[in-house]
């Protein structure tokens, strides 16, 4: 009994260190926060070989999606809506620096007369991997581990749903968790949120 123990555990470590270090698990197109496309910027990016991004106007920006693997505790959540608004703020402040919208919007009461032309919708999906290498459990601060913030960007026509464009970014690795990882962190984001920026100038009008 002793023995199948400790097996099961060797392998439940070794399957969690393989997903943390290179979940291809996912294509480009289908990739989100909980199953991340891996690989190159190249290969963690889809565009959409039909769209023209001249017949937008406007993009709005939805509330970033943020989860982790931790143990859900009042500090976690604390630390989820703290990142939250770092998302938020660095997608609308990159989306802005492209220029390539007249308006962009957080909120669908400031599109204006821009809900009178197709308009874009961003879908930031993000993620905090923390692994414990001793395959013990999972906590927010505690315990030796490894920490790092996956972003998947997303731009969908608003009315047909079709996806134009995302974007699977990969934060570093940090030795660590909870609040002291968000300073860390938004240099992660501001990073990603930057070339989701570039890849949206390069689109075609």
Do not use: H
Not at 85 to 98: K, M, W, Y
Not at 142 to 155: D, E, K, T
Not at 169 to 181: I, V
């Amino acid at each position: 009994m002793a023995v199948n123990y400790y097996l099961s555990m060797i392998l439940t470590v070794i399957v969690a260190a393989i997903g943390f270090s290179s979940p291809t698990c996912a294509g480009a197109k289908d990739s989100t926060a909980a199953v991340p496309v891996g690989g190159t910027k190249e290969m963690c990016t889809y565009r959409s070989i039909t769209a023209k991004l001249g017949q937008y106007k406007a993009v709005l920006i939805e509330p970033a999606a943020v989860n982790t693997s931790v143990e859900k505790t009042e500090k976690t959540t604390d630390f989820l809506l703290k990142l939250k608004d770092i998302v938020n703020t660095a997608v609308e402040q990159s989306l802005r620096g492209t220029d390539r919208f007249q308006t962009v919007a957080t909120k669908k009461s400031e599109l204006q007369d821009a809900t009178n032309s197709k308009y874009l919708i961003c879908r930031p999906d993000v993620a905090v991997v923390y692994t414990n290498p001793n395959g013990a459990r999972f906590m927010a601060g505690y315990g030796s581990g490894m920490s790092r913030i996956i972003m998947v960007l997303s731009l969908v026509d608003s009315e047909s749903g079709e996806l134009i464009l995302k974007y699977t970014g990969w934060g570093r690795m940090y030795n660590d968790f909870g609040m002291a990882l968000l300073d860390r962190i938004r240099t992660d984001v501001v990073d990603i949120s930057g070339y989701f920026a570039s890849l949206v100038k390069g689109l075609p009008d």
